[in-house]
């Protein structure tokens, strides 16, 4: 007969799922101690008995009620007797890898041609109902490990996964080229549907994590969406940097605009003039320039006149006026006595002379009196 055991423990590791002790020979007087994140259960006979929490316990028929008829037909306390324990280990197995074993074929939710992913991620997983885990799982293995659970899983983790995958993209209108920025939201989703399915094998899903999304780079029309897709925004950063650039522009403009202005301002503020009487100069200068001395003296317009423009200017104005009458005087006094004008170049004189006088009197160095007057004169002359 083999030894016969009298302390019962777990053995594994912690990425151990499930773990059959290796004994199989105990006695009433065995010791059986189940830690906090740990649960063991009696098999006999191939059946799933009794269930132990964390604890120390001692075999005895109070403790194992549905193999105490067993038990008692021992003749003695320490008579040996044939069981199996199972210790489950209960603790979250966390950063186990999944991926999908092909490319998720859908059609892209916002652009409507049809696309082919992969993805990838990390799961955590925890042992929740002890006996259907073993029942379902287990059978006679003595030991189911993450990389057993997760083969066990795989062919049915993928067909889910995928069908999920190309549902949450199309139920919540995921676009291919923004999903990565969608990732907890995608992930949260899978999880919550992968809930149920785990569960229905005693296996809790704690967390579900989709880490990476394998995009079909390179393929012609993929990337011809792509392009589009983020030319849109290129274009409109664009426009937007544009227009801000205009904006700043003209404000520089108008602010060199308003600069000039207050810089002429002091200067005539300084000099002793004001803005009309600046044009009024302006404009006594270019008759003065452009009139010989017989044209002023017909349209009467003398220092008097000029005068009006008023203060310095006046004074200015005048000697402008002045100085263009001495040198159109020069020439005058050598020149042949003029013939007698026709009609014809009387009339061209008079037009020329009345635009001068309405150029003068817009300009405010003649008022509407001196105007009719002048122009009821210049009209006398050719009559």
Known sequence: MADICEVLKYEGDNSTFIWKHPSEDFNSLTQLIVHESQEAIFFMNGQALDLFGAGRYTLETQNIPKIGKVLNRASG??????????????????SIKWGTDSKVQYIEPTYGFPIAIGASGEMSLRAEDSRKLLLKLVGTENYLGQQKLVSFFRAFLMTRVKTYIAQVIKSNAINIFEIDENLTSFSENLHRLLIPD?????????????????????DRQYEKFK???????????????????????????????????QAQATKRAQEGYTYAQERGFDVAEKVAQNEAVGQ??????????????????????????NN??????????????PQTAQPADDMAAFKAKVEKLTLMKESGLISEDEFAQMKSKLLADIL
């Not at 005693?202 to 079909?216: D, H, M, Q, S």
């Not at 392009?227 to 404000?251: G, P, S, W």
């Not at 200017?313 to 000697?319: H, L, P, S, Y």
């Open 324 to 337: 263009a009458i001495d040198a159109a005087s020069q020439p005058a006094q050598s020149a042949q006595p």
């Open 296 to 321: 002023f003296t017909n349209m009467g317009v003398g220092f008097g006149t000029m005068a009006g423009v008023g203060g310095a200017v006046g004074g200015i104005v005048g000697g402008a006026v």
């Open 198 to 218: 785990f569960a229905a094998y005693g296996v809790a899903l704690e967390r579900f994590f989709v880490t990476n999304i394998v995009k079909p780079d390179g």
């Open 77 to 94: 306390d320490n008579t040996p007797f044939h069981c199996e324990v199972y210790f489950i280990n209960k603790t979250e197995q966390m």
């Open 227 to 261: 392009e589009l897709h983020f030319r849109q925004y290129a274009d409109v950063a664009e426009a937007k940097l544009r227009q801000q650039t205009d904006l700043i522009y003209a404000q520089t403009e108008a602010q060199k605009v308003v600069i000039d202005s």
